[in-house]
């Protein structure tokens, strides 16, 4: 008996060694033409979530306990993924030396987002997330960016907040409202090249990360390729010219590293009319390596942009002056002037340690931000409208007149608006200089100004246990303090303005002086303070089969507002430091991975996340009073996916299936109404919003031949309102019924019924087929046929509360506001399906150790007319109103919309040595 369990133990033992027998893979890793060594190559078995980092020789070696058939991933910034077949049985495998091609379609990928990114980030607009998307080769998430971008397209509905993005392991998301801001270091494509990104709920190793995913971007200089390069470019889009330097030193004496960089991009009008470009970037970093395996880094980037931006526009203005148009500029003195323009200067500085050894690594860091970021404004006084589009200056006006349609005097108001479309700084400039005027402004230009200042530190440590066992955890804190006011631009020829509210004659700021000069802040001024310290931990597992992760973050966040003007509308609230906010949080996130085989495997992700409200979200009308959103609360985010993914030696692929819903959520709007509650600029705010995103991603590759590669893109979604929220308004001034409201200005709606409408958040269906053809003498050509679909406008809440329903003459419910006819009238817009083809080629030669590269492309070939996205006005405030404005078909507050740039062509050259 004792023999046979002796036998047994023994066999035990020999079948537990052979399954814990690990393999060996080491390699050099160079480039194909020079055969120089590549230091910054990453080596992963693909179905992995761990990798490894070749050293200053080109070298790696990865130990891993999987068995079977595999592929074997070598990927490096400029260069061509390799993908080597494997196979792993416990015995230690040479490669030997692995060559890898320079990407001669790298030039897409560091151009083409950062140009839908400028395109996309504007005030007006839903910040898109699709700048996080450079960093990966994904080809759902390439399509998503390159692509179907063009349409305001947001990967899984999310916006950009529910990404993070760290620049050297530090987050960049900004407090106010949760999203990057991109252009803090826009225009350095040479630097930010070198990016680590995990898409959706899947691990990192950097953060607890977001819904979304997060990027991290390594500006070290020994991260990025030595040299010098010297790029320019052309186009017809966001600018028309940019010229690009940057020099990296390589690692000197093994000591040290340097890195410059410059760029400046221009334009005196974009695609769109009036939309000047005028940006420029510099980038500067010097790391100090103090042994093998620590190293400090200092960066310093300044970036300027200053842009004019452009209107949504209505269905009517559109078939009248076109997609081009623009409302916002005119010309001044024979050149355009733009009276909406967007200028940000923030320049950042980070302070950096890294540290690697066998088995720990350890990222800290320390970020300052400073700067000012202006959004500018033509204000009018007891003046008309100079907006061209104002609705009493359109066709419209005439149609829906109370008394009957005059269409004699809309066939004339149509002919002035196409001989005078732009705004008249002549006519502003005669109205300020009057006799009348006696000196006063009527108009004036400012600037709404945010200067912030920022500080940022943040601890991050990786712990390898053991060959199955990794523990991530990390630290961060920011503090903000936020000053903001509106600053006099120009008086346009008058010598003072009166700051006094032109509806209720009530003083702005009781304690200044109410004639301003340019250059005074008026109107409003306070200070924002923000503190936010968070930690996580994560628990990483890696066997032969499955990979799994398990991780949680606590957060702690408090805001306060400091009100530094006595506001004669808000004499209790408006001075002073409001009460300090502060919101505590645990999330937790987890998944796994099963590795059906080398090539085959399957993943599944949940998250419970549980978030602060941002700053924007908090104070109803920060501009005047500290009051604070009524039953503020965190919002919950359930969120699951689950993914196939395919990695075979010519097919590759993935399939996703995601869901997630978001809880009480909050959002404050601000609008004029005009209707039986009050006529007035108005604030809503939202509480008890919940959201619904589901829905699936697909995205293959096929190798068909050395130089043809086939693909095919999906995303099929649903993007609802998932609760009827609650509906506050908050008047600014006396315009409103005061038996409506409360003493505090404000008006409880109750619930508005929105649940099962569809979010405004880019088309739900897009579907890309595309073909590329890589030539073997370094040349290529790709083309992409696109499908956007089930698009919709944004919906305006207040116009489906029952307050909608009553008439402000009897008290009553609109006798003819049936279900039937309420509900025909407040149907949600869907835009139009459409189809985009985009051509995108280039070619690159190498002589002599220099590198010159050509990339071209063409977006919108057949220059299709496209909505991007829209909303609904919420101007008419009741049924009655909305029926008669709708009632000949052409209504003065239908829908307005953006639209998508027509036939557009990008081109770079680019000189590398």
Not at 137 to 146: G, P, S, T
Not at 197 to 208: I, M, P, Q
Request: with cysteine; net charge neutral; hydrophobic share 35%.
């Amino acid at each position: 008996m004792i023999k046979h369990l002796l036998f047994l133990l023994v066999v035990f033992k020999i079948c537990t060694l052979q399954s814990q027998a690990t393999s060996t893979i080491i390699g050099v890793v160079e480039e194909t033409t020079n055969r120089q060594k590549i230091t910054n190559a990453e080596v992963m078995v693909e179905g992995s979530v761990f990798s490894i980092g070749s050293n200053d020789m080109g070298e790696f070696s990865i130990t891993t306990s999987k068995k079977g058939q595999f592929i074997l991933n070598i990927t490096a910034p400029d260069y061509v993924i390799k993908r080597i077949p494997i196979f792993l049985n416990g015995v230690d495998l040479d490669l030997g030396t692995i060559r890898l091609e320079r990407d001669i379609t790298f030039e897409k990928i560091i151009n083409l987002v950062n140009i839908t990114d400028d395109e996309l980030l504007d005030d007006e607009v839903n910040s898109n997330a699709l700048a996080l998307l450079q960093s990966t080769k994904d080809i759902f998430l390439n399509r998503a960016a390159f692509d179907f971008g063009q349409a305001f397209f947001r990967v899984r509905g999310y916006d950009s907040q529910y990404g993070e993005v760290q620049l050297n392991g530090i987050p960049m998301n900004k407090m106010y409202d949760g999203r990057p801001q991109w252009n803090n270091w826009g225009g350095l494509n040479d630097v930010i090249r070198n990016q680590q990104y995990a898409n959706g709920l899947s691990a990192s190793d950097f953060t607890f990360g977001g819904i979304l995913g997060n990027t991290n971007i390594d500006l070290r200089p020994s991260g990025l390729r030595p040299g010098t390069r010297l790029s320019s470019s052309l186009s017809n889009r966001t600018y028309s010219g940019r010229l690009m330097a940057t020099y990296n030193s390589g690692v000197k004496k093994e000591k040290y590293a340097y890195m410059l960089s410059a760029s400046r991009r221009w334009a005196k009008e974009g695609y769109i009319a009036g939309t000047l470009y005028d940006s420029y970037s510099v980038y500067g970093s010097f790391e100090y390596l103090l042994n093998e395996q620590n190293t400090l880094s200092a960066t310093a980037i300044v970036a300027s942009n200053r842009r004019g931006r452009s209107s949504a526009i209505t269905e009517e203005v559109f078939q009248i002056q076109g997609n081009r148009y623009n409302p916002y500029w005119g010309f001044q003195n024979g050149k355009i002037r733009n009276s909406r323009e967007r200028n940000i200067r923030e320049p950042l500085f980070l302070l950096n340690y890294n540290h690697e050894s066998n088995g720990l690594v350890i990222n800290a860091g320390l970020a300052y931000q400073t700067g000012i970021y202006k959004r500018s404004r033509l204000g009018y006084f007891n003046a008309p409208n100079p907006d061209p589009t104002y609705y009493r200056y359109l066709p419209s006006f005439y149609l829906n007149s109370p008394i009957g349609a005059n269409f004699e005097s809309a066939v004339l108001a149509e002919e002035g608006f196409i001989q005078n479309a732009q705004l008249n700084w002549s006519n502003i400039f005669k109205a300020n200089t009057s006799l009348g005027q006696e000196g006063k402004a009527a108009y004036v230009l400012y600037d709404d100004t945010t200067k912030d200042n920022q500080l940022a530190a943040r601890v991050n440590t990786n712990i390898d246990i053991n060959s199955h066992l990794r523990v991530d955890f990390g630290l961060t804190y920011k503090h903000l303090m936020s000053k903001n006011y509106a600053l006099i631009d120009d008086l346009i020829g008058a010598e003072f303005h009166r700051d006094i509210d032109t509806f209720s004659e009530t003083l702005n700021d009781i304690d200044g002086d109410v004639n301003k000069k340019k250059g005074d802040i008026f109107n409003y001024k306070y200070d924002f303070e923000g503190n936010m310290t968070d930690m996580y931990a994560q628990l990483n597992l890696n066997y032969n089969k499955v990979n799994a992760f398990i991780s949680g973050k606590y957060s702690y966040v408090n805001y306060q507002r400091n009100g530094l003007f006595m506001n004669e509308r808000f004499l209790e609230n408006s001075y002073g430091e409001s009460e300090r906010i502060r919101f505590s949080n645990w999330s937790f996130k987890s998944g796994i991975t099963y590795n059906i085989t080398g090539r085959h495997w399957v993943t599944a992700n949940a998250a419970y996340i549980n978030r602060a409200p941002v700053l924007q979200n908090v104070f109803i009308n920060p501009r005047e009073n500290n009051a604070i959103v009524p039953n503020l609360q965190s919002e919950k985010i359930t969120s699951v996916d689950a993914n196939y993914f395919l990695r075979m030696p010519k097919l590759t692929g993935r399939l996703t299936g995601f869901y997630t819903r978001f809880q009480d959520g909050t959002d404050v709007n601000f609008f004029f109404v005009d209707s039986g509650i009050g006529s007035d600029f108005v604030q809503e705010v939202l509480t008890d919003l919940d959201k619904l995103h589901l829905g699936t991603e697909l995205g293959f590759e096929y190798q068909l031949s050395s130089a043809v590669k086939l693909s095919l893109v999906t995303s099929v979604a649903k993007y609802l309102y998932a609760s009827d929220p609650f509906v506050t308004i908050n008047f600014d001034t006396a315009g409103a019924t005061e038996d409506l409201i409360d003493v505090s200005g404000s008006k409880f709606l109750g619930q508005s019924a929105i649940k099962g409408y569809k979010l405004a958040q880019g088309p739900q269906k897009a579907i890309a087929v595309g073909i590329e053809y890589r030539d073997p003498k370094y040349w290529w050509v790709s083309m992409t046929a696109n499908y956007l679909a089930n698009n919709y406008a944004n919906i305006s809440t207040i116009t489906r509360t029952k307050s909608f329903l009553i008439d402000p003459e009897t008290g009553q419910r609109f006798p003819d506001a049936t279900d039937e006819n309420v509900q025909k009238l407040l149907k949600q817009n869907r835009l139009d399906n459409f189809y985009l083809l985009n051509l995108v080629g280039g070619k690159s030669w190498l002589k002599k150790g220099k590198y010159f590269s050509v990339f071209a492309s063409v977006n919108n070939v057949f220059d299709t007319a496209f909505r991007t996205g829209g909303y609904e006005q919420s101007r008419n405030g009741n049924y009655g109103q909305l029926k008669q404005d709708n009632f000949s078909g052409n209504p003065s507050f239908a829908p307005k919309y953006w639209y998508g740039f027509g036939r557009t062509y990008f081109l770079n050259m680019a000189f590398s040595f």
